[in-house]
């Protein structure tokens, strides 16, 4: 993924969930919700995320996990992008990302 600041929308086959902030650089993701945070490393098209829960009174596009490591897959699309991926807490479970490129990082 590009270097830069990012828009995510979440969502499984069991919901549709939540939106968040992320930032990519040099490959190191960071970012969060109002309920979780997300750190994770890109290697080539391959994100893998950990997320751990701030909020206890938020619900997890998971369901009931509060801390959860995914692996998504990277599919350009022009500067934005979809991550398909899971996690196997719940393997039955398929999360999508669509992150809309907003912003170029201060350096």
């Not at 992320?22 to 309920?35: F, H, I, L, S």
């Not at 509060?66 to 992008?81: C, K, Q």
Request: with cysteine; hydrophobic share 35%; aromatic share 12%.
């Amino acid at each position: 993924m590009k270097d830069g600041i990012y828009f995510v929308k979440f969502k499984s086959n069991i919901q549709d969930f939540g939106d968040g902030t992320v930032v990519v650089k040099n490959g190191v993701v960071n970012g969060g919700d109002y309920g979780f945070t997300y750190q994770g490393r890109i290697d080539d098209n391959c994100l893998k995320l950990c997320a751990k829960q701030h909020d206890k009174n938020v619900v997890s596009v998971f369901g009931n996990i509060t801390d959860y490591e995914v692996v998504l897959d990277i599919n350009s699309l022009g500067n934005d992008y979809e991550l398909v991926g899971k996690t196997y807490l719940a393997p039955e479970v398929i999360i999508q990302v669509q992150a809309k490129f907003i912003g170029e990082l201060l350096t």
